[in-house]
């Protein structure tokens, strides 16, 4: 065959993404593979040549993938590209001197002793991909039919080696993504506190991630039956399990409970399905998975004590707002008067819940209790409340009930003490007492600055609702009395030990 011979357009199909694609799988074969080394020593021993070798042809370079003998590793690229390019069982060179075409070839530049030389295309996955070649530095005036088909044997052999390692690292790979995606997977389901388990119901074996051996209080250590999950189940909830999965299988329909582990006492949600089933249509494998449940269990019992917490506070409230309703109404008879005095009132006890609610009814910080009840009516100057104490936490009915006084106490002051004034002041301090009988706060409102302040001839509804704000807290009193300085009262409560907040 002549090189003028291939025309440009057989050139093309060397840049065609189907051949490159097969090209890039094969090129992690490498250089120091043996049996390909060992390929070409054949080819060399075969022909009695000086030089072997096998190459992968890209659309304009050549990766050599093995060679051997005197002739060193040259670049023939231009050869091995029309040998295969044209499609030819076999390229054959049997004399280069004088050819002014071979001459022209990369090959005579770097090799110039080379005379003759050899070339057949290597096929892989349907695709020609590269050369086996071989060189002699004499020329060889007959190379025969016979050594031609010889030649292009070894090529099919390279070719069915070359795809067989191909196969290989194909597969190596996708078993390195399912084990890797296998992984993932895993890792999802522990994250996601899932745990997934089969059930073979023929043996009765049960297997699961780690995570389905933890949740359970199970050993994956040692085999697993259906039976040892069973057991693995709080006795309370154990038959009603069993007999939902029972009832399952036996309708054909996918099963889900809810149940407890015995070993933590953990909520779990079971869900499973039939996965294989024998020739008789019988149910032969289970798959499914569980749960971790407990935080939305624990949720849902906390809204559930919230609500009815907020039931019995609403009905107390109730209670409240129809007494002050009644006793402001018994008091005050022109009905302008009576909405401002009912509607403050009505206004304490809505800070006090609104309090309770961003804590969802487990207390409210004393300070934050004095600030909303009291700061308002310090028209004159903030600084006109004091307050001295560290931060105790109240429970509701010590909030609400003290919320109600702190009020009547703040309105007197705004209307006739401390903070008719601008140089009046209101100091609140309060103080943690031990006694026999638990812990106690004091707290201390004193007056100063004010008009001068006298002992009222009657008892005003103001002083009656401080008396009796406390009356749902156990134990509980409120001491009022008048010096010329200004009002003061001593509020005492008996408090939990644990009531000073934990950021303090």
């Given at each position: 065959?002549?090189?003028?011979?291939?025309?440009?357009?057989?050139?093309?199909?060397?840049?065609?993404?189907?051949?490159?694609?097969?090209?890039?799988?094969?090129?992690?074969?490498?250089?120091?593979?043996?049996?390909?080394?060992?390929?070409?020593?054949?080819?060399?021993?075969?022909?009695?040549?000086?030089?072997?070798?096998?190459?992968?042809?890209?659309?304009?370079?050549?990766?050599?993938?093995?060679?051997?003998?005197?002739?060193?590793?040259?670049?023939?690229?231009?050869?091995?590209?029309?040998?295969?390019?044209?499609?030819?069982p076999c390229f054959v060179v049997p004399d280069a001197s004088g050819d002014v075409r071979f001459a022209e070839t990369s090959a005579v530049v770097q090799a110039p002793r080379i005379r003759f030389l050899a070339i057949a295309p290597i096929h892989v996955a349907n695709e020609?991909?590269?050369?086996?070649?071989?060189?002699?530095?004499?020329?060889?005036?007959?190379?025969?039919?016979?050594?031609?088909?010889?030649?292009?044997?070894?090529?099919?052999?390279?070719?069915?080696?070359?795809?067989?390692?191909?196969?290989?690292?194909?597969?190596?790979?996708?078993?390195?993504?399912?084990?890797?995606?296998?992984?993932?997977?895993?890792?999802?389901?522990?994250?996601?506190?899932?745990?997934?388990?089969?059930?073979?119901?023929?043996t009765g074996i049960f297997t699961g991630n780690k995570m389905a051996y933890s949740m359970l209080g199970l050993s994956e250590d040692s085999p697993v039956t259906g039976e040892d999950v069973f057991r693995a189940m709080h006795p309370d909830d154990f038959p009603m399990m069993?007999?939902?999965?029972?009832?399952?299988?036996?309708?054909?329909?996918?099963?889900?409970?809810?149940?407890?582990?015995?070993?933590?006492?953990?909520?779990?949600?079971?869900?499973?399905?039939?996965?294989?089933?024998?020739?008789?249509?019988?149910?032969?494998?289970?798959?499914?998975?569980?749960?971790?449940?407990?935080?939305?269990?624990?949720?849902?019992?906390?809204?559930?004590?919230?609500?009815?917490?907020?039931?019995?506070?609403?009905?107390?409230?109730?209670?409240?707002?129809?007494?002050?309703?009644?006793?402001?109404?018994?008091?005050?008879?022109?009905?302008?008067?009576?909405?401002?005095?009912?509607?403050?009132?009505?206004?304490?006890?809505?800070?006090?819940?609104?309090?309770?609610?961003?804590?969802?009814?487990?207390?409210?910080?004393?300070?934050?209790?004095?600030?909303?009840?009291?700061?308002?009516?310090?028209?004159?100057?903030?600084?006109?409340?004091?307050?001295?104490?560290?931060?105790?936490?109240?429970?509701?009915?010590?909030?609400?009930?003290?919320?109600?006084?702190?009020?009547?106490?703040?309105?007197?002051?705004?209307?006739?003490?401390?903070?008719?004034?601008?140089?009046?002041?209101?100091?609140?301090?309060?103080?943690?007492?031990?006694?026999?009988?638990?812990?106690?706060?004091i707290i201390h409102w004193i007056e100063a600055g004010g008009p001068p302040v006298a002992t009222p001839a009657t008892r005003g509804l103001g002083e009656r609702l401080i008396e009796r704000s406390l009356d749902k807290v156990i134990s509980s009193s409120v001491r009022l009395?008048?010096?010329?300085?200004?009002?003061?009262?001593?509020?005492?409560?008996?408090?939990?030990?644990?009531?000073?907040?934990?950021?303090?």
């Open positions: 065959m002549k090189l003028t011979d291939t025309s440009e357009s057989n050139f093309l199909f060397l840049a065609e993404s189907s051949r490159r694609e097969v090209l890039s799988t094969l090129r992690p074969i490498g250089k120091d593979d043996s049996d390909l080394d060992n390929l070409t020593e054949l080819a060399l021993s075969i022909f009695n040549v000086d030089g072997a070798r096998l190459s992968l042809v890209d659309s304009d370079q050549s990766h050599v993938l093995s060679f051997c003998g005197l002739v060193g590793n040259i670049d023939i690229w231009t050869l091995e590209a029309h040998s295969i390019a044209a499609s030819e020609r991909v590269g050369t086996l070649s071989i060189l002699s530095l004499k020329p060889h005036s007959e190379f025969t039919h016979e050594q031609q088909q010889k030649l292009i044997q070894l090529a099919r052999l390279a070719g069915s080696l070359m795809e067989l390692k191909r196969n290989s690292r194909l597969d190596e790979t996708a078993v390195k993504k399912l084990h890797l995606e296998e992984d993932r997977n895993a890792m999802a389901l522990e994250v996601g506190n899932v745990g997934s388990w089969v059930w073979d119901l023929k069993k007999s939902s999965i029972t009832r399952a299988l036996a309708h054909d329909q996918d099963y889900a409970g809810e149940f407890r582990a015995a070993s933590s006492g953990q909520w779990l949600l079971g869900r499973g399905r039939i996965f294989e089933r024998d020739e008789s249509g019988r149910p032969t494998v289970a798959v499914g998975v569980n749960i971790n449940i407990t935080a939305t269990k624990n949720a849902a019992e906390k809204t559930r004590l919230l609500l009815r917490e907020l039931n019995h506070r609403v009905k107390n409230t109730l209670a409240m707002l129809q007494s002050l309703a009644r006793q402001t109404l018994n008091r005050t008879a022109d009905p302008a008067e009576f909405m401002e005095a009912f509607s403050g009132r009505l206004r304490a006890i809505s800070e006090a819940h609104t309090l309770l609610s961003d804590r969802e009814w487990s207390g409210i910080n004393l300070i934050d209790l004095i600030t909303r009840q009291v700061e308002p009516y310090a028209i004159y100057d903030a600084g006109q409340m004091v307050l001295v104490g560290e931060d105790v936490i109240l429970p509701p009915d010590h909030a609400l009930g003290l919320g109600i006084a702190l009020h009547e106490l703040a309105t007197n002051a705004a209307k006739h003490g401390a903070f008719s004034v601008a140089g009046g002041q209101v100091r609140i301090s309060w103080e943690i007492e031990q006694g026999l009988d638990g812990s106690r706060v009395s008048y010096s010329e300085s200004g009002m003061e009262a001593i509020i005492s409560m008996p408090i939990k030990d644990n009531s000073v907040p934990e950021f303090l």
